[in-house]
């Protein structure tokens, strides 16, 4: 079973970043292969990445799953309107979690 804990920042960007990449490569593939084009998912993960703090508290939560102390998923959340009711607070931003053979796929 995977531990799930908070990201550190900035000692977990490169393993968020990479699974927000494996994730979104692996979309946009079959994306390309049921209707034939591609989006900039380097560009939009990128752009997540330099604007993280979004996804931090107060506002956000930035969470990391790890198996054997490698990162194998990733969840956050990010506060969507200026003062929502309680039940809603949170919007997914991401998945859950990739796919365990995306994660365990990448050579970062």
């Known amino acids: 079973m995977a531990d799930l804990r908070d990201a550190n920042l900035p ?3 490169e393993p968020v970043g990479r ?3 494996d994730y979104l490569t692996w979309g946009n593939d079959e994306l390309e292969s049921r209707y034939g084009f591609r ?6 993960v990128e752009r997540d990445l330099a604007t993280i703090a979004k996804f931090q508290p107060p506002d956000g939560r930035l969470l990391l ?4 102390d490698v990162a194998v998923g990733t969840a956050c959340m990010r506060r969507i309107g200026p003062t ?3 039940s809603s607070a949170y919007t997914s931003s991401r998945p859950i979690a990739a796919p365990a053979w ?4 990448s050579t970062s």
Not at 39 to 44: G, K, N, Q, S, T
Not at 65 to 68: G, I, S, T, V
Not at 102 to 105: D, K, L, M, S
């Open 65 to 68: 799953a790890f198996e054997d």
């Open 102 to 105: 995306v994660a365990r796929c």
């Open 11 to 13: 000692r977990d960007l």
């Open 19 to 21: 699974l927000w990449l």
């Open 84 to 86: 929502p009711p309680r």
């Open 39 to 44: 989006l900039p998912v380097r560009e939009a």
